[in-house]
């Protein structure tokens, strides 16, 4: 009988050992896993202020260069697919759609001086670096906060309780254009 009572309160300390792990490691992976959506949400804004500029950037450079309207529309079509983008993983296919659209239009604007030294897209053209550079501070923070909440995930004993409690690995990074790994070439 003492046996027997030992060996239920060695079960019962090991019952509680085991539900208290997994209290914290929920918390641990809810705490992550908000963190995670919180650093969405910035990229989320710092997106949302980029396509808000967009269509200021574009009327200013139709003024100047009419002809060029496939890039204008293609500018004005990667904009619609990012607002309509739902999804992390839409959204992040979206805004690449975007980058290449921008800089076709930047492109375009090199064959026309005057409108390099027109005020109002000079003005545009910095808000635009602005906003490119607080998009690339939120993508790098949303990358950490996802690495990190995917670690934890992955450290035992985390998994063996992540698949129960419902916590599921994040796959939705900002990876770089295979052809920006590529240095420009430069001929003088």
């Known amino acids: 009988m003492k046996a027997l009572a030992i060996l239920l309160g060695i079960l019962l300390l090991a019952g509680l050992f085991v539900g208290g792990k997994a209290a914290s ?25 980029r396509a808000d500029l967009i269509p200021n950037l574009v009327e200013t450079v139709k003024g100047f260069a009419a002809q060029e309207r496939a890039v204008l529309e293609e500018v004005a079509q990667a904009r619609a697919a990012l607002l309509n983008a739902r999804t992390p993983g839409e959204k992040i296919a979206a805004n690449q759609g975007l980058d290449t659209a921008i800089g076709r239009l930047l492109m375009v604007v090199e064959n026309y001086p005057q409108l390099r030294s027109n005020e109002n897209f000079l003005r545009l053209q910095d808000e635009l670096a602005g906003s490119e550079n607080r998009i690339a501070v939120e993508r790098r923070k ?7 909440y995917n670690t934890t995930l992955g450290l035992f004993p ?5 698949g129960v409690l419902g916590f599921q690995r994040i796959d939705d990074y900002f990876r770089t254009d295979p052809g920006a790994r590529t240095a420009p070439k430069v001929k003088f």
Do not use: G
């Open 25 to 49: 490691v929920n918390n641990q992976l809810v705490s992550q896993r908000e963190a995670v959506q919180a650093a969405w949400a910035q990229v989320d804004v710092a997106l949302q202020r």
């Open 158 to 162: 985390n998994n063996l309780f992540a």
């Open 142 to 148: 949303y990358n950490e906060a996802v690495q990190r």
